[in-house]
């Protein structure tokens, strides 16, 4: 297998060369792997919570920006599998339906491909911003269902806060989300000087611009994310699923998120999950206490 030097991304974030199965490859840095083991440690941990409905056909599996399935890790000699397909390759309590959606047509084909599945998968190549009031109303067509959106945008020009909106219609719904700060952080300055609106369609408001007047005191994700978890209320998700079981003081204390960081400790992203249920905080709380190498971080009380 080849190594990617890490300077050959092409628009879609896909390697000019493809990956070792002769389809598109994403190239990643390999702090990737603790965003995906924090996924795959959820969906393992809620089984038993997600049974019922699985039992039943009525569990779904919610991809915005599915990418095309598989990753190279820059400047090293390794693929992995993407979050789309780890999640489509997890069978001990599998979800019925899998509703995959990247806005890049390479990446679409390729992940068919790799999953070829055709009876319980959804490919869609479409903006998810734009595609998202038609999935809404598809799913809204079958009652008592449980629904787990992932939602790792590559930064805050790809998500719009109106589409979780409109997924938050749907009453049985927990969503992981990445939140990118380091994106945000290196143009949170030029946004507001310029007035542009990246930031106000991300967070679902302008709110921030007064919030936030001086980007170099360190407070700047913890403000972000107070804002973040306040509009997060306002679309349904109530205060006990936004909330950590633990009272640990650091500094996403506002939302229950973990920071994703790269190889020189800079702080790339937070995962944040927002769940109607109590009962998921619960368990993303533990999680929370297990780094995502799987060592304990926290001591319980």
């Not at 109590?278 to 993303?284: E, L, N, T």
Request: glycine share 6%.
């Amino acid at each position: 297998m080849r190594i990617c030097g890490g300077n050959c991304k092409e628009q879609s974030g896909n390697c000019y060369e493809l990956g070792a199965d002769s389809v598109p490859v994403q190239c990643v840095g390999s702090w990737v792997e603790d965003k995906y083991s924090f996924l795959e440690r959820y969906i393992d941990a809620t089984r038993s919570a997600r049974k019922k409905y699985t039992d039943k056909g009525n569990s779904v599996y919610i991809d915005l920006f599915s990418g095309p399935g598989r990753c190279i890790i820059k400047r090293k000699q390794k693929e992995i599998d993407g979050g789309a397909l780890r999640v489509y390759k997890y069978r001990k309590v599998p979800f019925n339906e899998y509703v995959y959606i990247d806005i890049h047509e390479p990446n679409v084909r390729a992940l068919e491909k790799r999953i070829n599945e055709p009876n319980c998968c959804t490919f869609i190549c479409n903006d998810a911003n734009v595609y998202i009031q038609t999935l809404v109303e598809s799913l809204r067509r079958k009652n008592y269902r449980y629904h787990f959106a992932f939602i790792d945008p590559f930064g805050p020009e790809d998500l719009k806060f109106t589409s979780l909106k409109l997924l938050a219609e749907l009453p049985r719904i927990d969503f992981l989300i990445h939140f990118p700060i380091g994106a945000i952080k290196r143009n949170i300055s030029k946004w507001k000087e310029n007035d542009y609106g990246v930031l106000d369609d991300f967070l679902g408001t302008g709110e921030w611009r007064d919030k936030v007047p001086d980007f170099k005191k360190g407070k700047t994700l913890t403000l972000l994310l107070e804002i973040y978890k306040r509009q997060l209320m306002k679309i349904g998700f109530p205060e006990d699923g936004l909330k950590t079981k633990d009272s640990h003081e650091n500094l996403w204390a506002s939302l229950p998120a973990v920071s994703v960081r790269n190889t020189k400790a800079v702080e790339l992203y937070v995962l944040i999950l927002a769940s109607k249920h109590p009962i998921a905080q619960i368990i993303w709380s533990h999680l929370l206490n297990i780094d995502a190498d799987g060592q304990r971080t926290i001591k319980w009380d």
